[in-house]
């Protein structure tokens, strides 16, 4: 059986000690819940001063992004290395990464296998546009940008891959429970066919996109969802809670 996870993508909002208090908060309200993995994703600059302050706890911590290359020339950036030891999970190929800072496919699979090669379990994101949807085609589409973003990979059995469909991310228009469901079966059955039935049913699926604490437990009832990428929502520790306390306990 798979845990269900539970990921808060905070994206670049809070300070330091904005995001330390923020972090203790969700610690606090969801101490009791151990059945469900839970990760916060803050900025860069918080990772270091709240993994000290949740030191002891089950709430873990992710970065949104990562540069494949250990060190080099390349202002700005944060590498993998870095991060080896400061964090479990890192999110790749957002579709804010893909479409404001133009990332491809190939440079998310260089994060992907570089992630894998440094302990750290990436949570590859994919999803359809508009227009994709649109077209009638989007569970074609959205299997080829995962496969070409997964190009390379050799550990299929620590995959997450979260669908966020582009329409629904901060958008207050969430997917269906049947449209994600419908989705994420394909992304199932595509990975078993690709990599066998064990990394399919090890693959742990998130939906994202508007998920709320009212309309979370509808996600994870469903058979292929595992459990939530959470933006906008992620960065109220009540409401973020809430979210975690629906994905307990669903048969
Ligand atoms: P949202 O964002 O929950 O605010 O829609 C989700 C995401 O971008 O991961």
């Given at each position: 059986?798979?845990?269900?996870?539970v990921?808060?993508?905070w994206?670049?909002?809070?300070?330091?000690?904005?995001?330390?208090?923020?972090?203790?908060?969700?610690?606090?309200?969801?101490?009791?819940?151990?059945?469900?993995?839970?990760?916060?994703?803050?900025?860069?600059?918080?990772?270091?001063?709240?993994?000290k302050?949740?030191?002891?706890?089950?709430?873990?911590?992710?970065?949104?992004?990562?540069?494949?290359?250990?060190?080099?020339?390349?202002?700005?950036?944060?590498?993998?290395?870095?991060l080896?030891?400061?964090?479990?999970?890192a999110?790749?190929?957002?579709?804010?990464?893909?479409?404001?800072?133009?990332?491809?496919d190939?440079?998310?699979?260089?994060?992907?296998?570089?992630?894998?090669a440094?302990?750290?379990?990436?949570?590859?994101?994919v999803?359809?546009?508009?227009?994709?949807?649109?077209?009638?085609?989007?569970?074609?589409?959205?299997?080829q940008?995962?496969?070409?973003?997964?190009?390379?990979?050799?550990?299929?059995?620590?995959?997450?891959?979260?669908y966020?469909?582009?329409?629904?991310?901060?958008?207050?228009?969430?997917?269906?429970?049947?449209i994600?469901?419908?989705?994420?079966?394909?992304?199932?059955?595509?990975?078993?066919s690709?990599?066998?039935?064990?990394a399919?049913?090890?693959?742990?699926?998130?939906?994202?996109g508007?998920v709320?604490?009212?309309?979370?437990?509808?996600?994870?009832?469903?058979?292929?969802?595992?459990?939530?990428?959470?933006?906008?929502?992620?960065?109220?520790?009540?409401?973020?809670?809430?979210?975690?306390?629906?994905?307990?306990?669903?048969?």
């Amino acid at each position: 059986m798979r845990m269900p996870l539970v990921v808060g993508n905070w994206k670049m909002n809070t300070n330091v000690e904005q995001a330390v208090g923020l972090a203790k908060e969700v610690s606090d309200l969801t101490h009791a819940i151990d059945q469900v993995t839970k990760v916060i994703c803050p900025p860069y600059v918080s990772l270091e001063p709240i993994k000290k302050a949740l030191a002891g706890t089950k709430l873990h911590v992710g970065a949104q992004n990562l540069h494949p290359e250990p060190s080099g020339a390349f202002t700005g950036e944060v590498s993998v290395h870095m991060l080896s030891g400061l964090v479990e999970f890192a999110i790749v190929g957002h579709s804010e990464r893909r479409n404001i800072f133009g990332e491809s496919d190939d440079t998310v699979a260089s994060k992907v296998i570089a992630a894998a090669a440094h302990k750290i379990r990436p949570i590859v994101c994919v999803g359809e546009s508009t227009n994709q949807r649109d077209s009638g085609n989007a569970i074609d589409l959205v299997k080829q940008q995962l496969f070409a973003s997964l190009n390379g990979c050799q550990d299929w059995t620590r995959l997450i891959v979260a669908y966020e469909p582009l329409w629904a991310i901060g958008t207050d228009k969430a997917a269906s429970p049947e449209i994600a469901q419908e989705m994420m079966g394909s992304i199932r059955k595509a990975i078993v066919s690709k990599a066998g039935s064990r990394a399919g049913e090890a693959l742990t699926l998130l939906y994202g996109g508007s998920v709320k604490s009212g309309n979370a437990r509808s996600f994870f009832e469903q058979q292929d969802i595992d459990g939530a990428l959470v933006g906008g929502s992620s960065l109220s520790a009540v409401e973020f809670s809430e979210i975690i306390k629906r994905a307990e306990h669903v048969d």
